[in-house]
């Protein structure tokens, strides 16, 4: 089993910036990615980033290209969400998550965090 958990979330005001830290512990895999995702109540989960176990970058939404960064420190079993120039728009619960085969399947999800853009 993989736990994760997230934390950076809050308020900010539009063309502020936050940074995202989900920690991993539990079971290790030796390939896997790690993403971003968030959710508005009432709409689909929509992807927002996500990076390969050896640092290397899967990508990005459109939405969020050239303001959002996704990093990773594998000392710390830690993934980043560096988000810059927010938008009202970006206001959602953001999750990270592990697809352990590859695959494009998400199976471990953290509880998500708020993060709410004020205009």
């Known amino acids: 089993q993989v736990q994760l958990v997230e934390s950076g979330g809050g308020l900010v005001q539009a063309g502020g910036s936050l940074r995202l830290s989900c920690a991993a512990s539990g079971r290790t895999f030796s390939r896997y990615l790690m993403g971003w995702f968030r959710q508005v109540p009432g709409k689909e989960r929509e992807f927002v980033a996500a990076?390969?176990?050896?640092?290397?970058?899967?990508g990005y939404a459109d939405s969020v290209k050239g303001r959002f960064t996704i990093s990773r420190d594998n000392a710390k079993d830690t993934v980043y969400l560096q988000m810059n120039s927010l938008k009202p728009e970006d206001t959602a619960v953001y999750y990270c998550a592990v697809d352990p085969n590859v695959s494009g399947k998400y199976k471990y999800w953290g509880q998500g965090t708020q993060v709410t853009v004020s205009s």
């Open positions: 990076i390969r176990w050896s640092g290397g970058i899967i």
